[in-house]
């Protein structure tokens, strides 16, 4: 079968999804997978046979002809696009269950199969027009997905400031291309390489696909919509469709000449949508939303490989950019693999207890061992440690930093710090995710909700068995998922066609290994040594303090402190306290939050005042027929002035 | 086969030598104070002893309460393996080998602090929030000294990335790392290692709840680290591998030894610092090594 074939079959199991899903979820779950299947075949194809896969239609549809193409660079996301949808699929059928959500558990499946579907059309688009379209599509069934619980309050205001961001990156997109429509002559994409002219453009693409990615600070609607949404859509949203957004930006780069500029700029918001993001993600106390921030951390890994990548290609394509793109392209999978198994460990968190308040948790691992391990690995791999995949594709960017610092090449200034930022940024990860599974699987639980959680079922661990082990995979065996990187380099940058793996890549590969067989035999070493000298229970050392209770316990808050303090200039936290006082304190309490910075202190504040101005601008329309007709006279005197005077025919 | 009987000698002198150090250190303490100390194979006995030992467990620990030590030093043991030994290079060396250090110190870290906030104490809390926040600056430093290696010897891979500037840049080099050794290694004025008082404690307070083997395997762990850390230093500071195979060897136990004395000195002339001023120092350690990114950048455009 040609990928052709494949994606029809996929488009028809999705359509038939959103069609016949809402009664019959075996149904649905069974088209769900083929389609996820059959489009993850047909990625594999390409990637294969290095051959695109073009169609054109003979029919038009809304005046133009339809024009798919799945090369190598659409096939990386049309990839994790069939993964995380298949296991996302079987996911929701225990975590969004009819039984437990009746109202929404049916317009979930359909809004779901609607996402896909979009998703893929975007993805595979290659006409402006239809871009547009499937973009327009998946942006509002992503609003649906996001606000299936809408009875909560939060939950709609979260789905309604996605919705206008969403709509702002819409507008971007429009004008985007519509001026390369306008400027080429027809709305078909493809290679522009020869249109100089074009350059500016990608400004425009920069914003819109930018705001879709979550760039810092174009972040604003993501950790809420994240946090808000089922677990099952924070992690399709996180894995595949903020990726789209990186789509977009490479697609875009790899198509049109971009401005000189553009490979700095987008290596500086690179740089700082990291630090910030995980800055952000350490002041949180709800675990969703600091998983949310460490996505935005995540883009900006992506955003400096690809920022290098086109600084390099503008500097005579030099070969350092071959292994910032790559572990870019790397890491838009790696990310997608890993923060959607966090997510579903999240969401089967959530599932147990009823909230992702992390103070309110603690001491899961008893009740849900499969989830506490799994979230462990997933948290193991986003810190980019040895031997996961996160730990391959940050070696390839750090890589191609160093070599852009040796050959003392243009980009040699921006290497430095982005090297520093990164690996402080790896730092402040691992001390973000020690305190999330510290606070939340380990020590005692601190409220009786956490005390009743229960493990899942088979329906939710499967999936998350199942990222869990592609995330082992890529970072044990990495040369085998490298020829994809490759030709989606190439598609990128045809002067980089044939991208050989570089010779480390594979002895990473065997250290790996090597490290994952003597960390097993170790363990299992110190643990019959333990069992055999004998093992006894005991109270936690409390300093000789007799009866410690779980309240004592260090929390979230308190061991991000040393770090939130440092940040406290962008994160701006807000701190209720009553401290104790006198002989005989009555009560005494101490609360912090951390607000989204950004909206409450730039956006909101632009926001009101754009309503002042138009509220002053409101005061023209009153309602007096007089001053109307006072209007009209004075705008046709406007006119004929300028007709008379102004030059024109 | 020769290579694997190679690899298994290395590990070898690695986990042999290691536990050298911290009684070294001790006598050198001992020494100042006009105390006779400890022996200096102290750990060596101790860690025999706890080898043997039963487990008291917390009642709250899970399986990764075992688990986090045992990767913990496993990931120090590979990471070990990487450093070059003087003449006789590393056990495996690759392009980007340096950054597989550094995630492997990264992967020690994750692992302790993980197994220390097992027990849900809130002195552990503490011991592993302050490890994980303060190593975000002494990874910075570390990662900046790499730059400035590897933009003098125009290299990412460990064997020929060792070969140090001279002059001023070794000298804030030297400094940089040094003060990294203390912080990353726990040692005054970080933290105290002798300290009795939990609240004040660092890597200490992570280990409270841990006895019996698991204990061992920590101990025994942080001397590796300890060890790495002072050859690193070593190698990174002075042209040891460009001298003759015997004379490098002995150079590079003379300038271990001789540093290992110097922290026993620090140790015993300095008072700890607040923990205010930790970031302070690292980021003067980062300041340090940044200077010396510069020197060999100003060296290498000429």
Not at chain 1, 370 to 378: E, I, M, P, S, V
Not at chain 1, 501 to 517: D, E, H
Request: charged share 10%; glycine share 10%; proline share 5%.
């Amino acid at each position: 079968m040609t990928p052709g074939h494949l994606l029809l079959i996929a488009a028809v199991a999705m359509f038939f999804g959103l069609l016949g899903g809402r009664g019959a979820p075996r149904l649905w779950l069974t088209a769900m997978l083929v389609g996820g299947i059959a489009a993850l075949l047909a990625a594999i194809q390409v990637f294969v046979s290095g051959a695109q896969w073009d169609w054109r239609s003979e029919f038009s549809v809304c005046g133009e002809p339809l024009h798919l193409r799945l090369d190598a660079m659409s096939a990386v996301f049309i990839a994790l696009l069939g993964a995380l949808g298949g296991a996302g699929s079987v996911y929701s059928c225990e975590y969004w269950s009819d039984k437990a959500h009746p109202r929404s558990a049916r317009a979930g499946r359909m809004w779901w199969s609607a996402q896909l579907l979009s998703l893929g059309l975007v993805l595979l688009s290659s006409n402006g027009l239809h871009f547009l379209i499937a973009w327009e599509l998946y942006a509002v069934s992503s609003y649906f997905l996001i606000t299936l619980d809408r009875q909560k309050r939060e939950v709609r205001a979260a789905g309604w400031l996605y919705l206008a961001a969403s709509h702002v990156a819409g507008l971007f997109l429009f004008a985007f291309f519509a001026m390369l429509a306008g400027r080429t002559g027809g709305w078909d994409l493809g290679p522009m390489r020869d249109h100089a002219e074009l350059a500016p453009l990608f400004w425009l693409a920069l914003f819109g696909f930018g705001i879709k990615a979550g760039m810092f600070p174009l972040h604003v609607w993501l950790p809420s919509a994240h946090a808000n949404a089922p677990s099952h859509v924070s992690a399709i949203m996180s894995g595949v469709s903020i990726k789209v957004g990186i789509y977009g930006l490479v697609r875009f780069s790899g198509w049109l000449v971009v401005p000189a500029a553009a490979g700095w700029v987008v290596a500086v918001l690179g740089v700082i949508s990291a630090v910030l993001g995980v800055a952000f993600a350490l002041g949180q106390h709800d675990l969703k939303r600091l998983l949310a921030y460490h996505s935005i951390e995540n883009i900006g890994i992506i955003l400096i490989g690809l920022g290098f990548a086109m600084i390099a290609a503008g500097h005579g394509n030099a070969a350092w950019g071959r292994l910032a793109l790559a572990g870019a392209l790397l890491h838009v999978w790696n990310h997608g693999l890993f923060k959607s198994l966090l997510f579903l460990g999240a969401g089967s968190v959530v599932h147990a207890t009823g909230t992702r308040e992390m103070s309110l948790l603690g001491g899961l691992w008893r009740a849900m061992p499969w989830t506490a391990g799994l979230f462990a690995l997933g948290a193991a791999a986003i810190c980019g440690l040895p031997p996961l995949n996160g730990f391959v594709s940050e070696w390839l960017v750090y890589l191609g930093l160093f070599d852009s610092l040796i050959a003392h090449s243009a980009a040699a200034r921006a290497a430095v710090p982005a090297v520093v930022l990164l690996a402080m940024t790896g730092a402040l990860a691992l001390a973000c995710f020690i305190k999330a599974c510290g606070v939340v699987f380990l020590g005692a639980a601190r409220t009786n909700a956490s005390a009743r959680a229960h493990e899942c079922g088979p329906m939710m661990r499967g999936p998350m068995l199942a990222l869990a082990g592609s995330c082992v995979a890529i970072g044990l065996a990495p040369l085998v998922f490298w020829p994809a990187v490759a030709r989606a380099a190439s598609a990128w940058n045809p002067a980089w066609a044939g991208l050989e793996a570089p010779p480390s890549l594979g002895t990473i590969g065997v250290a790996n290994v090597a490290l994952t067989v003597i960390a097993i035999a170790a363990v299992s070493l110190l643990w019959r040594r333990t069992r055999k000298n004998g093992l006894r229970r005991a109270l936690t050392w409390d300093c000789g303090y007799a009866a410690p209770s779980a309240r004592m316990q260090y929390t979230a808050g308190s061991f991000a402190g040393i770090i939130t303090e440092w940040f406290a200039w962008i994160l701006r936290p807000l701190r209720h306290r009553q401290i104790p006082d006198g002989a005989f304190p009555a009560d005494a309490s101490f609360e912090e939050h951390t607000p989204e910075t950004v909206l409450e202190q730039l956006i909101e504040p632009a926001g009101a005042g754009a309503l002042q101005v138009a509220m002053v601008a409101r005061r023209l329309q009153h309602g007096r027929l007089q001053a109307y007709l006072l209007y009209i006279v004075l705008g046709l005197a406007a006119l004929a002035a300028v007709v008379l005077f102004g030059g024109g025919r | 086969m020769t290579a694997f009987l190679e690899i298994i000698l290395r590990l070898a002198v690695w986990l042999a030598l290691a536990p050298l150090l911290p009684g070294i250190l001790n006598k050198t303490k001992a020494w100042v104070a006009g105390r006779r100390g400890p022996p200096v194979l102290q750990l060596y006995y101790d860690l025999a002893r706890l080898w043997r030992k039963s487990v008291v467990l917390s009642t709250l620990a899970s399986p990764g309460f075992i688990a986090g030590p045992a990767v913990a030093w496993v990931a120090l043991a590979a990471a070990a393996l990487l450093v070059p030994l003087g003449p006789a290079g590393g056990a495996l060396s690759f392009k980007g080998d340096v950054l597989l250090l550094v995630y492997l110190l990264a992967a020690a870290r994750f692992c302790t602090a993980w197994a220390a906030l097992e027990a849900g104490s809130s002195f552990e809390g503490m011991g592993a929030a302050r490890e994980v926040s303060y190593a975000v600056l002494s990874e910075a430093a570390l990662i900046t000294a790499v730059l400035s290696l590897s933009v003098q010897s125009g290299s990412v891979t460990l064997g020929t990335m060792l070969t140090p500037p001279v002059g001023a840049g070794a000298a804030l080099l030297a400094a940089g790392l040094f003060a990294v050794l203390l912080a990353e290694n726990c040692r005054v004025p970080f933290d105290d290692p002798n300290t009795h008082l939990e609240l004040t404690m660092i890597h200490e307070a992570m280990a409270l709840d841990h006895s019996g083997p698991p204990l061992a395997v920590i101990l025994h762990g942080a001397s590796m680290k300890l060890l790495l850390f002072l050859v690193l230093l070593s190698e990174a500071v002075l042209p040891i591998r460009q001298l003759p195979a015997f004379t490098a060897s002995a150079a590079l136990a003379g300038t271990v030894l001789s540093v290992t004395v110097g922290v026993g000195l620090v140790e015993s002339l300095l008072a700890r610092f607040s923990f205010r001023r930790v970031p302070l120092l690292l980021t003067t350690a980062f300041l340090l090594c940044l200077f010396a990114l510069l020197l060999a950048w100003k060296g290498g455009a000429q």
